[in-house]
């Protein structure tokens, strides 16, 4: 009776793990299919709207080697639409052939006696690539990013983010639609 036991408890954890696999799969391809549906939205133009006037003095300053950078957002009419991608890097020269990317690690932090986020960007500016032969060593220099973080746009908040001193931070608006989808 005992083996039997075990043999359902290992049957059973092996069907959950199976279970648990596809759940994460099907997940993953939904977040990529909505990923692509949002880059083929058309973009705001932000710049020529009025920005929100946003308190950030709560936020704590940068510490040595370090720079924060603040997104600001003006007012739209439905916000609850759009989301922001924002991601830390800089312009480097690189080869053309291989895809390239800053280790490092982008983590969210709450502000304590407030509620709000801030994120902060931790890398030693570490290149990672693809390791694809280049036959003529051409360099171009090319925006080139560490990991990249969605957020909801909320234009009465600002988004702050403290990167290394050099490094920038870049955003996209996307539009998020409306339409629900199943994967199958």
């Known amino acids: 009776m005992k083996k039997l036991t075990t043999l359902g408890v290992l049957l059973f954890a092996g069907l959950l793990f199976t279970f648990t ?4 799969v099907n997940t993953t391809a939904t977040k990529n299919n909505n990923q692509s549906t949002q880059k083929m939205t058309k973009a705001l133009d932000l710049e020529n709207l009025p920005k929100q006037e946003v308190d950030f003095s709560m936020y704590p300053k940068a ?14 009419e439905n916000e609850a639409n759009f989301s922001i991608e924002f991601s830390p ?15 490092g690690n982008l983590e969210e932090h709450l502000l304590k006696g407030w509620g709000y986020t801030y994120y902060t960007f931790d890398s030693n500016a570490e290149v990672i690539s693809t390791q694809m032969a280049c036959l ?6 090319k925006f ?3 990991e990249r973080l969605t957020v909801n746009y909320n234009s009465k908040l600002p988004i702050v983010i403290y990167v290394p001193e050099g490094f ?17």
């Not at 696999?21 to 994460?24: A, P, Y």
């Not at 510490?63 to 739209?76: A, D, N, V």
């Not at 890097?89 to 280790?103: M, P, Q, S, T, Y």
């Open 21 to 24: 696999s596809c759940v994460s």
């Open 63 to 76: 510490e040595k080697g370090y720079e924060r950078k603040i997104i600001t957002l003006p007012k739209l």
């Open 89 to 103: 890097g800089k312009e480097i020269a690189v080869d053309i052939c291989n895809r390239h990317g800053f280790l």
């Open 136 to 141: 003529d060593n051409e360099k171009v220099t």
């Open 144 to 146: 080139i990013t560490g």
């Open 168 to 184: 920038e931070v870049r955003y996209h608006v996307w539009e998020k639609h409306t339409k629900e989808y199943l994967v199958k």
